[in-house]
């Protein structure tokens, strides 16, 4: 029988780099001895999406750090709210020793809470007269009453200066969920959940920040398929360069921490794929350098574009919009190779907007295939100009997309295919 040899460095440094990357940052955790070795591996992770005092999704699992209240009492009734908040990860904002939002809480006058709870008494006493009838509206005045007079009886301890019943633990959850489920609540009896609580002596924005450290920082290279969520609250942590396949930023307020992503995002050298934005198009090489932009809805400047390959997701009529992008193509003659697509839920419409193309501009058609297969459904092509032709055609029913594209003259009309 063969003894069982502990691996030698080498050894260990090709199965961290394809270990799954949340066993590997767990074990570097857990062993000093291969933190530094870890650290200096390239992690390769598919999906990350984190903000302050938010999850943070890290491939198949999630991060969280939240408020935990632990009543002292087994047998007391704990608010349904917080409840949820217990088994969802915890609170997410910062609270005082009695419960209360840390800022920006307003406490209710006295009086006003004890004629409030009167009324919801009388309106209960009313609705279970008029069982079963008024069942869901007594069901949600009760629920009503106990927050109240978890109110009140919180509001009470605290002019008391009283000690509460229960404490508030900062807590770490790491739960497992899929990449396709990964925005749904996670299973309150999943046995797969870690937890670690502490002493809640810091803001959960320090905490987060800590947590995304220990987790990311002093990393040469993180390698990530999608990076997604409001990058504005982020905290990167310092010396990481971030290699990114797919972004998801807010547009909006790219401004406002624009030179936090230059910082830590190596878009220069590993350009992105895609770069999704809503609002209005970026003017910065991130966009310039990205393959392909991709809208939610159309952004504020359109028709004019400055990228060269747009993906638009509509929810709404689109027939002037895309007429009105056909005709700035025409006017502007844009170069070879610019293409636009619409992904549109109605294929009956994207068929009528051919057709509409082609009436409007009659005396620029080239060419008009109006068929249906599994290739596409109909095509126009219009001269733009000696070299170059404006192609509009509906792809095939599974990709479901209208397609605005400048090739070459003579060019036969794009075959798509299914992924």
Not at 28 to 56: A, N, T, Y
Not at 224 to 242: A, E, K, N, T, Y
Not at 376 to 386: A, E, G, K, P
Not at 393 to 408: D, F, G, Q, R, S
């Amino acid at each position: 029988m063969s003894l069982k040899r502990p691996l030698a460095y080498p050894n260990w440094q090709c199965v961290i780099k394809y270990m799954n990357s949340n066993t590997r940052i767990l074990l570097s955790q857990h062993c000093p001895e291969l933190r530094r070795l870890e650290k200096s591996i390239s992690l390769k992770v598919h999906s990350f999406d984190f903000c302050c005092q938010d999850p943070i999704f890290l491939n198949d699992s999630v991060y969280r750090v939240g408020i935990f209240r632990q009543y002292h009492d087994k047998n007391c009734e704990i608010p349904e709210e917080i409840q949820w908040f217990n088994n969802n990860g915890g609170m997410r904002q910062d609270v005082d020793k009695y419960g209360f939002p840390s800022s920006g809480y307003l406490r209710m006058d006295d009086d006003y809470l004890q004629k409030r709870k009167k009324k919801l008494q009388k309106r209960i006493k009313k609705l279970k007269k008029k069982l079963p009838g008024s069942a869901d509206r007594l069901k949600y005045a009760v629920k009503n009453l106990k927050h109240l007079n978890d109110l009140i009886f919180r509001f009470d301890l605290q002019s008391k200066n009283l000690e509460p019943p229960f404490t508030h633990y900062l807590q770490l959850s790491i739960s497992p969920m899929s990449l396709l489920a990964k925005y749904q609540i996670p299973s309150r009896t999943n046995e797969a959940q870690q937890t670690e609580r502490l002493v809640y002596k810091q803001p959960l924005e320090s905490a987060q920040k800590y947590l995304i450290e220990k987790l990311f920082g002093g990393r040469s290279q993180i390698f990530i398929g999608r990076l997604g969520g409001s990058l504005h609250d982020q905290h990167f942590p310092m010396g990481s360069l971030l290699r990114v396949q797919n972004l998801n930023i807010q547009s909006w307020s790219f401004v406002h921490y624009r030179d936090k992503v230059e910082s830590v995002l190596d878009y220069k050298n590993y350009p992105l794929e895609t770069l999704t934005l809503c609002g209005e198009e970026i003017n910065h090489p991130i966009a310039e350098t990205a393959q392909q932009l991709s809208f939610t809805g159309l952004p504020s400047g359109f028709p004019v574009i400055r990228h060269r390959n747009v993906e638009f997701s509509c929810c709404f009529d689109i027939t002037a919009s895309v007429l009105r992008l056909v005709q700035h193509m025409l006017s502007t003659r844009k170069s070879i190779g610019v293409c636009y697509a619409f992904n549109y839920w109605s294929s009956l419409l994207l068929t009528e907007f051919v057709e509409k193309i082609k009436e409007a501009h009659e005396e620029r058609v080239k060419l008009f295939v109006n068929t249906r297969n599994d290739t596409f459904s109909n095509c126009v092509v219009l001269q733009m100009t000696d070299t170059s032709d404006l192609f509009v055609y509906w792809t095939n029913a599974k990709m479901n997309y209208l397609k605005i594209e400048v090739l070459p003259s003579g060019s036969p009309v794009p075959i798509e295919h299914d992924e």
